[in-house]
Antibody, heavy 114, light 112 residues
Framework: EVQLVESGGGLVQPGRSLKLSCAAS????????MAWVRQAPTKGLEWVAS????????YYRDSVKGRFTISRDNAKSTLYLQMDSLRSEDTATYYC???????WGQGVMVTVSS | DVVMTQTPVSLSLAIGQPASISCKSS???????????LNWILQRPGQSPKRLIY???KLYSEVPDRFSGSGSETEFTLKISRVEAEDLGVYYC?????????FGSGTKLEIK
């Protein structure tokens, strides 16, 4: 059974950093592109970043470029999202997904507030 | 960047009625691989999103066959032949052909 389990969320002050993790199981992690998708309270889904199966290429939405870094450790079957210089508008539930939404984690809440 | 325009914003339907949701992209979603990465996602109230359809028209194995997807290039449609109570939630299209990826704004399906 495919499982994606996010962790690392919480309350953080503007300008600070947070690192999300997504532990994958039930499939060969190194074979798949992975992505982070977020959802601000009462809003729709928003793609954040993607990474190729090898980790050799990464892609970001403009509003997080230069602040967020997506990475992966295929040996640990884990996806990461390093979030720096956080802003209030980054407040959202962050989901880890496989492929283009083939599987989803349960989500982790990130709140950026002073 | 590709812009996804999804309509309608909401639907209120009785059980057994058909449903149709449109998703239009600002440029063709046919990729250089010959594949079109237009997927449909359902988010039920209080739940994580779940997969429905990938590459325009391919149903994931657990999805009932009352769901169908169609379209090409820039115009895509999700149809439910007969709505059931469990179908309520917000439906999103997601284009994964071009970076940055993009979602439609969502269609909320309510059951009368």
């Amino acid at each position: 059974e495919v499982q994606l389990v996010e962790s690392g969320g919480g309350l953080v002050q503007p300008g600070r950093s947070l690192k999300l993790s997504c532990a994958a199981s039930g499939f060969t992690f190194s074979n798949y592109y992975m992505a982070w998708v977020r959802q601000a309270p009462t809003k729709g889904l928003e793609w954040v970043a993607s990474i190729t199966n090898s980790g050799g290429s990464t892609y970001y939405r403009d509003s997080v470029k230069g602040r967020f870094t997506i990475s992966r450790d295929n040996a640990k079957s884990t996806l990461y999202l390093q979030m720096d210089s956080l802003r209030s508008e980054d407040t959202a539930t962050y989901y880890c997904t496989r492929d283009v939404g083939g599987y989803w984690g349960q989500g982790v809440m990130v709140t950026v507030s002073s | 960047d590709v812009v996804m325009t999804q309509t309608p914003v909401s639907l209120s339907l009785a059980i057994g009625q058909p449903a149709s949701i449109s998703c239009k992209s600002s440029q063709s979603l046919l990729g250089t691989s010959g594949k079109t990465f237009l997927n449909w996602i359902l988010q039920r109230p209080g739940q994580s999103p779940k997969r429905l359809i990938y590459q325009v028209s391919k149903l994931y194995s657990e999805v009932p066959d009352r769901f169908s997807g169609s379209g090409s290039e820039t115009e895509f449609t999700l149809k439910i032949s007969r709505v059931e109570a469990e179908d309520l939630g917000v439906y999103y299209c997601w284009q994964g052909t071009h970076f940055p990826h993009a979602f439609g704004s969502g269609t909320k399906l309510e059951i009368k």
